[in-house]
């Protein structure tokens, strides 16, 4: 993916009307901090140097996807909405995860809840199923933005804790984390001290620290 954006970036700036003045290292520079370390500053840079700036009525579902997704970081939020709204009419599911990321940031839950509800059953990549798992249950847990519900929750948190993948460390060491926060809490669900200490050492593996102190605690038989 991150590949493909990198050549897309090019071969969209070679047919804009806009100047690219980046030399081909000052873009990969910029690009690696813009997609790898999602630096807004440097997706600015990208966009104002005419990458990733494809009209929205000339880009197919791909290409709406990653104009989006640039714009996303970038902190453009109002386009990044258009261009992925664009995506997702012309096929592309992943986009659910993303305008999902949007509306949470804008506070709008209940749109960020049907665009992650929406990524669980369409979403093809992992990644963006674990992103939307973990904040659905997130939601469904905490019962803010979403009637309480801890078995929709823990089965949220297990989609993304046991999903194995590695572009999305963070969540799932999260949701482990909270699996065994659930567990060793008894909260809605009977006690299990075992489960606690089986996903509070996932978080740990992951270097989720919270979740490294509380199996030692278990170890220690402090809980």
Partial sequence: MKK????FGFW???LSVAICDLSEEEYQ???NKCVVDKEADMCKLLIQNGYFTQAIDECDKDSCLIVGWTYKIAGYESQA?????KAIDLGQSEAYSYLGDLYRAKEEFIEAKQNYEKCIKKCAYKSSKVNSAWWL???YEGGKYAKQDTQKAIQLYKMACDSGILDAIFQIAFACYRLGEIYANGTDIEKNIDFAKKYYGKSCELGFTQGCDDYNLIEKGVQ
């Fill in 29 to 31: 520079f910029a690009y």
């Fill in 12 to 14: 969209l700036c070679l």
């Fill in 4 to 7: 493909f954006i990198l050549a």
């Fill in 81 to 85: 909405i258009e261009y992925l709204k």
């Fill in 137 to 139: 249950g997130a939601m």
